[in-house]
């Protein structure tokens, strides 16, 4: 640690670190090291206690905790018959074929909670297959 003593000199060499000369930066950080020396300290002690004071001086923000959207408890019965319609009407592509099997699938599995993406697509392609519907 750093003896608060020094703070006032160090305070006014470590500007001269900037200088455009490089023999003034020389000199100043060999001044810095004499002067941490005299005090029984060296620069891992300065790197070290500038650390202690920016960890406490700054600590990291903290991240807020975003509010999951609802999800809905399951998708509805009339929703899953729509799908079946869809799929024996063939209105659907190979991925959405896949699509619609998985989400029959899970449907029956009593925990399972459909993401909000999963929703929409249902919403689409039961729209889907009421378009291919009444078009018949």
Partial sequence: MISPALTPKLARLL????????????ATARAIGRTLKSAGSDWHD?????EHYHENAFPPPRRERRERE????????ESLRLLREGRRLDVYTTWELGFVDTILTAADRPRWHPSRKQIDIVARLIGKAQDAEVHR
Avoid: K, T, Y
């Avoid at 609802?70 to 019965?77: E, G, L, T, V, Y």
């Fill in 70 to 77: 609802p999800r809905s408890s399951a998708i509805s019965a």
């Fill in 15 to 26: 500007p001269r670190l900037a200088s455009d000369h490089d023999g003034e930066v020389v």
């Fill in 46 to 50: 300065l790197a070290r206690q500038i």
